[in-house]
């Protein structure tokens, strides 16, 4: 299992994780609960219910470099391409935009 914290404008938002069955985001209650939220994409708005999928959210996996900064980031982290949750946590720290995501290294 893998996890991420999505940060919307540098507060906690929710939490994607990747396990054996898929993907899973889910917002953050004090986030939910807190003083006019914003949804982390249009196609994921606020609810208390986590979003499941079997493939990465189109939203995240849309974040992730294209083209030779893919390269690049490929060839400094050693990240197969076709692992999408490795390439995000890896390389959206510090993504353009009001959301970014951060490696949950263990709990």
Not at 1 to 10: G, N, P, S, T, W
Not at 47 to 58: C, G, L, R
Not at 75 to 85: A, E, H, S, T
Request: charged share 25%; proline share 7%.
């Amino acid at each position: 299992m893998r996890k991420a914290e999505v940060k919307y404008l540098d507060r906690t938002a929710g939490w994607l994780v990747q396990d054996e069955e898929g993907y899973h985001f889910l917002y953050d209650q004090a986030y939910l609960e807190s003083e006019n939220p914003k949804p982390v994409s249009l196609t994921l708005p606020l609810q208390a219910a986590a979003y499941s999928s079997k493939t990465m959210f189109p939203f995240f996996d849309g974040l992730i470099p294209e083209g030779w900064l893919l390269d690049v980031a490929e060839r400094n982290w050693k990240i197969n391409p076709r692992d999408r949750m490795g390439l995000l946590m890896n390389c959206c720290a510090d993504c353009i935009g009001a959301v970014n995501v951060h490696p949950v290294l263990s709990e």
